[in-house]
């Protein structure tokens, strides 16, 4: 694709904009992005992983995550890292940094993966036990609903399950 707007070198950088729900799309050359001044990925002021943490990470704390963040120190004791400079390089300074700014970590990893805990994939062919364990924890998850909703019939059926499932467990 030749660039849009010199029409002579080849189009390298591929730009889609959406604004106000209209799509627009940009086909331009190295050349001409460095003249207008377009950030590039990968060269020096360009687009990184970083800027886009940053963009996350600035997000409006819950009025909960404010009144436990006034008890956590705003800088880390063991490397002097504070939350702002973490935010805009987008990695902590040590380990000690986790501890720190855990209570403003949850709602960013909540926003980011969908969830505080980490489910992990389990391989086929030697996962089979983990497998069976995680399909108790929830059946065991499902049963304690249907005790709670007094649906006893279907409570029965699924502690029938979950005893299947100790089984082959037990077995392996």
């Known amino acids: 694709m030749i660039c849009q707007e010199c029409g002579k070198r080849q189009a390298t950088l591929h730009f889609t904009k959406i604004l106000n729900g209209e799509k627009t799309e940009f086909h331009i050359c190295e050349s001409c992005a460095r003249e207008k001044g377009e950030l590039i990925p990968g060269t020096p002021g360009g687009f990184s992983i970083h800027n886009l943490l940053s963009g996350l990470l600035d997000f409006e704390p819950s009025t909960q995550n404010t009144l436990a963040s006034k008890n956590q120190p705003s800088r880390c004791e063991h490397c002097g890292l504070t939350y702002s400079q973490f935010s805009k390089i987008g990695r902590f300074g040590c380990s000690e940094c986790y501890k720190y700014f855990g209570d403003k970590l949850?709602?960013?990893?909540?926003?980011?993966?969908?969830?505080?805990?980490?489910?992990?994939?389990?391989?086929?062919?030697?996962?089979?036990?983990?497998?069976?364990?995680?399909?108790?924890?929830?059946?065991?998850?499902?049963?304690?609903?249907?005790?709670?909703?007094?649906?006893?019939?279907?409570?029965?059926?699924?502690?029938?399950?979950?005893?299947e499932l100790e089984k082959k467990v037990a077995e392996s």
């Open 106 to 163: 949850d709602p960013l990893f909540k926003r980011v993966h969908g969830s505080v805990v980490h489910t992990g994939k389990v391989p086929k062919r030697s996962g089979g036990l983990i497998k069976h364990k995680r399909e108790i924890d929830q059946l065991k998850k499902e049963l304690q609903l249907k005790i709670e909703h007094e649906e006893f019939e279907q409570a029965a059926r699924i502690r029938d399950q979950i005893r």
